[in-house]
């Protein structure tokens, strides 16, 4: 099975940065498509970045320029860095996965596989 472990998320003031990442096993890594994803109380999950086995990246607006994915094949992980936050990122971020040579669109019905998520809060 395809099991996706994102950790590094936490509370921080607007302006700050942090750094999430997720670890990925059961699959071959190299043959995913892999991204993040998020969605905060109320609203619907909205897709951020997705990065495929060339390297090829895709941001949302809502994200580009402030937040920047890697993936590392040799320990098999995707990094989000995440800089000058704002209150409206508060979420929860997934890490989410597909079997595909090409990332789809940032839709999550075309991402079938999900980490647990993990919390970022931004506020003073």
């Known amino acids: 099975d395809v099991q996706l472990v994102e950790s590094g998320g936490g509370s921080v003031q607007p302006g700050g940065s942090l750094r999430l990442s997720c670890v990925v096993s059961?699959?071959?890594?190299?043959?995913?498509?892999m991204g993040w994803f998020r969605q905060a109380p109320g609203k619907e999950r909205e897709g951020l970045a997705a990065?495929?086995?060339?390297?090829?990246?895709q941001y949302s607006e809502s994200v580009e320029g402030r937040f920047t994915v890697s993936r590392d094949r040799a320990n098999k992980t995707l990094d989000l860095q995440m800089n000058n936050l704002k209150p409206e990122d508060t979420a929860t971020y997934y890490c989410?996965?597909?079997?595909?040579?090409?990332?789809?669109?940032?839709?999550?019905?075309?991402?079938?596989?999900w980490g647990q998520g993990t919390q970022v809060t931004v506020s003073t």
């Open positions: 059961g699959y071959s890594y190299n043959s995913y498509c």
């Open positions: 990065v495929d086995r060339r390297g090829q990246i």
């Open positions: 989410v996965a597909e079997r595909a040579l090409v990332c789809p669109p940032l839709e999550p019905d075309r991402y079938p596989y």
